[in-house]
């Protein structure tokens, strides 16, 4: 079992900063990949950003690519989403999500491929 939540959301400026954090629990986190998600109002959920369980390997949404970073910490079970340059359609809540993983540079995109959520965070960019 792994236990995710998020902080870190809030109200920003366009063209501001935030970092988001997950903080997972749960003994086989190390052995997860992990992933970011958000789901705007009236829209479905989309992926953003992952990352293999040892930190080699990683994947964006085209549209956060060279804006977004995530990183993780497997000492403190913490993932990273850093967003910088942020605009008004980036606005939604950021859900992590962790998936057992095949092997070290393993990475996943679609939601189905994760076996547990988090509760999400709100970010709001204003214009």
């Known amino acids: 079992q792994v236990q995710l939540v998020e902080s870190g959301g809030g109200l920003v400026q366009a063209g501001g900063s935030l970092r988001l954090s997950c903080a997972a629990s749960?003994?086989?986190?190390?052995?997860?990949?992990m992933g970011w998600f958000r789901q705007a109002p009236g829209k479905e959920r989309e992926f953003v950003a992952a990352?293999?369980?040892?930190?080699?390997?990683?994947y964006y949404l085209d549209s956060v690519k060279g804006r977004f970073t995530i990183s993780r910490d497997n000492a403190k079970n913490t993932v990273y989403l850093q967003m910088n340059s942020l605009k008004p359609e980036d606005t939604a809540i950021y859900h992590c999500?962790?998936?057992?993983?095949?092997?070290?540079?393993?990475?996943?995109?679609?939601?189905?491929?994760?076996?547990?959520w988090g509760q999400g965070t709100h970010v709001t960019v204003s214009s």
């Open positions: 990352i293999s369980w040892n930190g080699g390997s990683t």
């Open positions: 999500a962790a998936a057992y993983a095949s092997g070290g540079f393993v990475y996943y995109t679609k939601s189905y491929e994760y076996q547990y």
């Open positions: 749960g003994r086989t986190f190390f052995n997860c990949a």
